[in-house]
């Protein structure tokens, strides 16, 4: 796909994808929802991308949902006829919090500015949250008279707890980086002119890993959220298995009585 409203691009297994409609703060609209789930899908399907980041071009992640686009959609049809799928494509909205959630690779919200309703829930998505000293984030739904979408009904409660995560959805209240971190929203906060610094040297650090140790790590992170201890044991027991097969561990091995930093090749 020809991209029009986001790019994405890679570099020594790190793939960036950046929200680019920089003059209405990098609003979803409906081109963008397209764009995005072939994007998930283009780095879900690349093996030589070992991490995701996302981030917003200009000073925004993104402001949300391009309320102009919506209300020239909404304005001329009948109250019982109106559908979110008037508004963007219906496999965008089952398919594209799903396939973000369970790429293979770690991904990482660089949150470089206002992440706002959309741009809130689309970071709330990924694995790991680094923000500028300079950014926001609003549940900002109920303003508007939505309620949270992109799976963040699920993973905001997972991540800040049942009680703040009420607080922030029924609010809609602006939290600075500062405070979203206390909540633990997000990661880690620095100051805006190392925000890219110190985000692709988390996401190099984590390339450098084993590709097939992180990936089953990831999927049983997630997978314990809803499963008993019984379960996870003999999950981790089959990934290790898996693992100790693998050529990365051989590697890893040898590397550290070489007191040598390892090459990992996912092999």
Same mark, same amino acid.
């Given at each position: 796909m020809n991209y @029009?409203?986001?790019?994405?691009?890679?570099?020594? /297994?790190?793939?960036?994808?950046?929200?680019?409609r920089p003059e209405v703060g990098n609003a979803l609209n409906s081109q963008m929802g397209d764009e995005l789930l072939?994007?998930?899908?283009?780095?879900? *399907?690349?093996d030589e991308c070992r991490v995701l980041v996302i981030t917003?071009?200009?000073?925004?992640? $993104? $402001? /949300?949902?391009?309320?102009?686009?919506? $209300?020239v959609k909404l304005k001329n049809v009948k *109250?019982?006829?109106k559908s979110m799928e008037i508004l963007f494509d219906k496999k965008f909205l089952d398919e594209s919090p799903v396939a973000l959630r369970r790429l293979k690779q770690p991904t990482i919200a660089c949150v470089n500015g206002a992440a706002i309703g959309f741009g809130c829930t689309l970071s709330l998505a990924c694995d790991i949250r680094?923000? $500028?000293e300079k950014a926001q984030f609003s549940m900002a739904f109920v303003r508007v008279g939505f309620i949270p979408e992109f799976g963040s009904t699920y993973s905001l409660p997972r991540v800040v707890g049942i009680a703040k995560a009420c607080e922030l959805a029924f609010t809609g209240k602006t939290l600075s980086a500062r405070e979203a971190t206390e909540i633990g929203l997000v990661n880690q906060t620095v100051p805006a002119d190392r925000l890219k610094k110190v985000t692709y040297e988390l996401a @190099? *650090?984590?390339?450098?890993? *084993?590709?097939a140790a992180i990936q089953f790590a990831k999927i049983g992170l997630y997978q314990a959220l809803n499963a008993d201890?019984?379960? @996870?044991v003999q999950f981790e027991n089959l990934a290790l298995n898996a693992c100790v097969r693998s050529k990365d561990v051989e590697e890893g091995l040898n590397a550290f009585l070489e007191r040598r930093k390892p090459i990992?090749?996912?092999?």
């Open positions: @029009q409203t986001i790019i994405l691009e890679k570099a020594e /297994g790190v793939a960036t994808l950046t929200l680019d072939d994007a998930f899908e283009a780095v879900g *399907s690349d917003g071009a200009g000073n925004v992640f $993104s $402001s /949300g949902i391009d309320i102009g686009e919506t $209300s *109250s019982e006829e680094i923000a $500028s @190099q *650090s984590i390339a450098a890993g *084993s590709p201890i019984r379960t @996870q990992f090749r996912g092999e």
